[in-house]
């Protein structure tokens, strides 16, 4: 047993089509804990900052432009084996080759407008959970 917190993000487009409840509903039914959760509006610099590991990627531009396109919500969740948990709900980044049954693979309809962000791994989880929460707001 190993007790994680990752950093989940549900994307404009799953708060644009209503999916909130949905995603945050699959989350708890596998047993994650919500630890945090906020509503923002990234800017279009705040986007580009939680995605520079991307920055030498094509789609780099794209995809924080996208990020800063409508609000989304950040969620701290938390429970065994957390970050793995969450990036199977996912499924893969590309919805075409995510597993039947996963929130990509159910609902995206394009490769950048996939509906949710996931930690992929804990130095990285700690690193964005720091980008959105502050020490007062985890409980
Ligand atoms: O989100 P995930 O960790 O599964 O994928 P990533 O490789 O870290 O890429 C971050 C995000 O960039 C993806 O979730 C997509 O929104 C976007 N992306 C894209 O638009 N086109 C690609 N070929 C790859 C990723
Ligand atoms: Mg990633």
């Known amino acids: 047993m190993s007790i994680e917190q990752t950093l989940s993000m549900i994307k404009p487009d799953g708060v644009a089509r209503g999916l909130i409840g949905e995603i945050i509903g699959r989350f708890e039914k596998a047993g994650l804990k919500i630890r945090a959760l906020k509503m923002l509006h990234l800017t279009k610099a705040q986007a580009l900052k939680f995605y520079l590991v991307h920055q030498e990627r094509p789609f780099y531009d794209s995809l ?4 800063s396109s409508g609000p989304i919500v950040a969620i ?7 970050i793995q948990v969450n990036r199977d709900l996912m499924g893969a980044t590309d ?3 995510a597993a ?3 929130i990509r693979a ?3 309809k394009e490769i950048e407008a996939n509906l949710v962000h996931g930690s992929d791994s804990p ?3 700690q690193i964005e959970i720091a980008f959105f929460f502050n020490a007062l707001e985890r409980v």
Request: proline share 0%; hydrophobic share 40%.
């Open 95 to 97: 919805y075409r080759q």
């Open 106 to 108: 159910d609902f995206a």
């Open 123 to 125: 130095e990285n989880a």
């Open 100 to 102: 039947a049954g996963t």
């Open 64 to 67: 924080t432009s996208f990020m």
């Open 76 to 82: 701290i969740l938390e429970g065994d084996n957390a």
